[in-house]
């Protein structure tokens, strides 16, 4: 492992790094891998800047680049290579036992032993070794002295072998001797000393060069503001440090979104937090306590819960709606109002949810005997029954049909007036709505009783308009009193997160984990609370949330519901049909005389202008009579001196058109017509005014 302050290569210093010695902390100096890009390697996004902290926990090998010494080329291998490699003797020679056995595999961490020579004599407790003479190193052995030696082997005559023990300051000049035996891949690297040996390939077609194996390890860390462990290979070309030492108080800050602090374990609570990333924008909520939300603030963090809500909102009308989401612990007392219906489609549906139920008439319904649709007056009270299918007699529609009806039993208020017998008969009478009826209703409601939110949740099905009669009188100020009304549209429940500022810790509101987008980090700031006295906790039941809260909630909720049936198709009548049938005879009838405007429409001045492309050249000037003095046109004396005279000059066509006009209609007629010389004149005077 490389000294701590020392400026190392990442693939080196992870290479000579002792497991055990883990978690290490790196800083990262230089490399090509820095002033913030992000690179994604191996499925993981790195981001490594110059001055970066990486705390390292974990290695994993991931292959093995081996680079050929003889050509300088490097290339990788997986791990499981199927080829074996030899080791290749050093050509150095060891001075001491020491020295070779530091360098050399021992026992069984190397796989196997190796054998070595002397080149002088060596004589070893009254054992002489001549010079050249092959010795086996087998282990490492501590006498009682404490002195460490070097149990060896050493093969005599006739194949028998002798064991002798060198001390590890035996000096001499030792060399390594050739060995024949094969190594794996894997072998290679679970050795730490054979990971760092030269070999060369077993029955290798090309000559190359001794190889040397560097391991490549997936690096597992953690970094300062990263949410998830880093990982990143060790064949980066990074340069780091080691500042273990330096950094031991150091605490890596581990961001957490407000969802992943709901999945700790309840354990951890209650605890303090910080926000790191505040909401971006306020689009779902309107409450006080989300302007606290800002980043670098700090807050309790009581509990995490499941918490049942109410999605409510005031009705509409003039004002703007106003939306709501209320908690079943809320405290203040409800009254129900009664509902409104629009149709009998409404009211079953309301009955499928409640039944039991019973409706004044709010405006007046005539029968229509084809869709069997009765006469409904108003104030008069039904109470429904069920939903079933009668047939209704044809008439216009045509056969009799099946349609989906409500039976209603209709209420009569007793009259002492009345007989018995009559009263019991009109009680029972029923009465069948079609669910596609436009009718209007009103809710008759039983009582005027007083209940909590958790009480109509059990007792009632939702949707519910109520009247909040009395506040909770845990909230400060309670948004709910006041309001003409409440509609409680849908139960839900959701995850939440109870928190709390330091200066008021008794004051709690919850953060739904779905609707916050939110990073916060636990910090060891002490609870603001002495050891043992936790304060009573108010949360706060009600928060108000916007209109895209609602709509958006509604859009990942919503669920395909059935249209309201439609009325059936009426038969058209014999004098409809008739009209039907005289319709296209009239188109027929018109058509010709259709064609008398159309054919005007087309007739235009300039129907001719592609043929008078080239103008005419202007008619020869009137012959020159001194009898009579063309005729002056008359203008107006204002303008005399004011305007030019205008030089406006008709056209030949315009003139034949007019004369032949003139004789057309004074050729033999006895009727009264209009000269076209008056004519002319009264058009001049308009064009010339």
């Not at 080791?87 to 961490?109: F, R, W």
């Not at 008794?506 to 980090?521: D, I, K, V």
């Not at 020869?620 to 303008?639: A, D």
């Amino acid at each position: 492992m490389g000294d701590p302050g020392v400026v190392l290569d990442l693939r080196e210093y992870i290479s000579s790094l002792d497991r055990s010695s883990l978690p290490r902390i790196l800083q990262v100096c230089s490399g090509v891998y820095f002033q913030g890009s992000v690179y994604e390697l191996s499925g993981s996004e790195v981001c490594l800047s110059t001055g970066d902290l990486v705390k390292v926990t974990g290695l994993e090998l991931l292959s093995v680049c081996c680079e050929d010494i003889g050509t300088n080329s490097t290339f990788e291998l997986p791990l499981d290579h199927s080829g074996l490699f030899k080791l290749v003797p050093e050509d150095l020679p060891y001075s001491t036992i020491e020295e070779l056995v530091g360098l050399q595999p021992v026992g069984v961490d190397a796989c196997g032993s190796f054998t070595f020579i002397s080149r002088n004599e060596l004589i070893i407790d009254n054992l002489t070794v001549p010079a050249g003479k092959e010795i086996t190193l087998l282990s490492v052995e501590v006498t009682k002295n404490e002195e460490r030696r070097a149990r060896c082997q050493l093969m005599g005559q006739q194949g028998v072998f002798a064991d002798m023990l060198i001390p590890f300051s035996y000096h001499g000049e030792f060399y390594e001797c050739e060995n024949d035996r094969g190594y794996s891949l894997q072998e290679i690297m679970m050795s730490d000393r054979l990971c760092r040996r030269r070999f060369r390939k077993i029955k290798s077609k090309k000559c190359g060069g001794p190889l040397l194996f560097v391991p490549i390890y997936q690096i597992q860390g953690i970094m300062h503001m990263r949410k998830n462990i880093v990982k990143f290979p060790s064949s980066l070309e990074v340069d780091v440090i080691d500042v273990t030492e330096q950094c031991k108080d150091l605490t890596f800050v581990t961001p957490l979104l407000l969802a992943e602090i709901a999945t700790q374990p309840k354990t951890a609570f209650p605890t303090m937090a910080e926000i790191l990333e505040a909401p971006e924008a306020n689009r779902f909520f309107c409450c006080s306590w989300f302007t606290e939300l800002k980043k670098g603030k700090h807050l309790v963090l009581h509990k995490r819960d499941n918490t049942a809500m109410v999605l409510a909102c005031t009705p509409r009308g003039r004002k703007a709606q106003q939306y709501f989401l209320i908690s079943h612990d809320y405290g203040g007392q409800m009254r129900r109002r009664p509902r409104e219906f629009s149709s009998v489609y409404e009211l079953y549906v309301a009955f499928s949810r409640c039944p039991g139920l019973k409706v004044r008439v709010t405006r007046h319904c005539e029968a229509v005997e084809e869709e069997g649709v009765p006469a409904l007056s108003v104030d008069e009270q039904l109470e429904v029954l069920k939903l079933q299918t009668v047939e209704v007699s044809g008439g216009d529609l045509g056969p009799e049909q099946k349609l989906e009806s409500l039976i209603c039993r209709r209420i009569i208020e007793e009259d002492e007036d009345d007989d018995e017998k009559d009263e019991n008969q009109e009680e029972s009478e029923e009465i069948c709505l079609p669910l596609f009826t436009q009718a209007h209703f009103v809710e008759k409601l039983p009582d005027k009783k007083k209940y909590c939110l958790a009480d109509l949740g059990k007792n009632f099905s939702l949707p519910l308009e109520v009247k909040v009669v009395s506040c909770d009188k845990d909230l400060e100020k309670d948004p709910l009193v006041g309001l003409t009304a409440v509609v409680l549209e849908e139960a839900l429940e959701e995850t939440t997160v109870l928190a709390s500022l330091p200066d008021s810790p008794e004051r709690c509101f919850a953060l739904p984990t779905r609707w916050l987008q939110m990073s916060l980090c636990f910090i060891s700031d002490p609870l603001p609370w002495a050891e043992g006295q936790t304060p009573e906790l108010h949360p706060e039941t009600v928060s108000e949330v916007t209109d895209h809260f609602y709509h958006e909630y509604h859009r990942l909720t919503q669920t395909d519901v059935a249209p309201p049936p439609r009325p059936p198709k009426r038969k058209p009548s014999s004098s409809e049909s008739q009209k039907t049938r005289d319709k296209p005879k009239s188109r027929t009838a018109n058509k010709k005389s259709s064609n008398l405007p159309e054919k005007l429409d087309s007739l235009s001045l300039d129907h001719t202008k592609p043929a008078l492309s080239k103008r005419n050249p202007p008619p020869p000037p009137p012959l020159e009579s001194t009898e009579e003095p063309p005729p002056v046109i008359p203008r107006k004396s204002v303008s005399e001196n004011l305007t030019t005279p205008n030089t406006y000059v008709r056209t030949p066509r315009k003139q034949q058109k007019k004369q032949r006009h003139t004789e057309r209609t004074s050729s033999g007629s006895d009727h009264d017509y209009e000269t076209v010389d008056d004519v002319i004149q009264v058009h001049d005077s308009i064009m010339f005014y």
